[in-house]
């Protein structure tokens, strides 16, 4: 599995449920796959991406998906003890672990070191699963897109490069992105 691949599966497999995506590739990566107004492109704040699904959540009482990164969960655990703390919280959390800060300069993370699945189990995640299969995960996906209704975690182990080159930066028209999925929430409901 690569970065590509699993953030092109998830929206393949959503159309409307409300994407959180991690500041960095995640987001430039998932613009560059289908931008959709359910699409919240994180371009700063790194390790917040689950505090900001949580809270929508929380608001909105609808799933939402939080695509985050190795990085930015280690950076901000806590986030873990807030969603696993509200068992009916509906909150699909993958973080992608590639190991690495690709956006700042490919700088190594410790998460091979880091049982990120333990973890969310111990803070109170009731669906807990580690995945590095590409069919795997859409199938898990599939799954849980439908049926989650709980604080939820998919640990995606990649093992491969992305063979596509990086998309540009998300920089202009943050203000538009932010209008968009606002009213995306409000009309969706």
Not at 54 to 81: E, F, K, Q
Request: hydrophobic residues 40%; charged residues 20%; contains cysteine.
């Amino acid at each position: 599995m690569n970065k590509t691949a699993v953030i092109r599966a998830l929206i393949e497999a959503t159309s409307t449920d409300p994407i959180i995506f991690t500041t960095g590739y995640s987001c430039r990566i998932a613009r560059n796959v289908a931008d959709r107004p359910n699409h919240f492109y994180m371009t700063g704040s790194m390790g917040l991406a689950a505090s900001i699904g949580t809270g929508i959540a929380l608001s909105t009482g609808r799933l939402v998906v939080v695509v985050d990164g190795d990085g930015a969960l280690a950076m901000n655990p806590g986030c873990l003890l807030t969603a696993g703390a509200l068992p009916h919280l509906p909150l699909l959390h993958l973080v992608l672990d590639d190991g690495r800060y690709d956006s700042t300069g490919g700088q190594r993370v410790p998460s091979r070191r880091i049982n990120f699945t333990a973890l969310a189990e111990a803070a109170g995640y009731t669906g807990v699963w580690h995945v590095d299969d590409l069919s795997k995960f859409r199938e898990l996906l599939h799954s849980e897109a439908r049926t989650c209704t709980s604080p939820t975690f998919v640990h995606c182990e990649l093992t491969e490069e992305d063979e596509a080159g990086t998309p540009p930066r998300i920089e202009a028209e943050l203000g538009q992105h932010q209008l968009r999925f606002s009213r995306h929430l409000t009309s969706s409901r």
